[in-house]
Nanobody, 122 residues
Framework: VQLQASGGGLVQTGGSLRLSCAAS????????MGWFRQAPGKEREFVAD????????DYADSMKGRFTISRDITKNTVYLQMNSLEPEDTAVYYC????????????????WGQGTQVTVSS
């Protein structure tokens, strides 16, 4: 089972990026998928998650209105569209999967991708 995150990069303040997380090795149709991030010297924090059907989503307060999580079950891929990026969004972004239920707790996730670096310059 592998999760492969991609799409990170360097962007200026106010810019946008779209992260992707491709799952392989099994079908994740009954798994909730989440995005977390970790900045240097800080703990990993919840960004957003989405239910297996895509019908339910949850966002950290600071991401609401700027980030959008979505998924394509046919492609076993989850996306994180990030708009209006700020230097405070600079971090390594990780995707993760857990069975069925949404969760903001990183320890409740069973599978993790390797992370993709997002750097927002001021």
């Amino acid at each position: 089972v592998q999760l492969q995150a991609s799409g990170g990069g360097l962007v200026q303040t106010g810019g946008s990026l779209r992260l992707s997380c491709a799952a392989s090795g099994r079908t994740f149709s009954n798994y909730a998928m989440g995005w977390f991030r970790q900045a240097p010297g800080k703990e990993r924090e919840f960004v957003a998650d989405i239910s297996w059907s895509g019908g339910s989503t949850d966002y950290a307060d600071s991401m609401k209105g700027r980030f959008t999580i979505s998924r394509d079950i046919t492609k076993n891929t989850v996306y994180l569209q990030m708009n209006s990026l700020e230097p405070e969004d600079t971090a390594v972004y990780y995707c993760a999967a857990r069975r069925v239920l949404l969760s903001r707790r990183s320890y409740e996730y069973d599978y993790w991708g390797q992370g993709t670096q997002v750097t927002v310059s001021s």
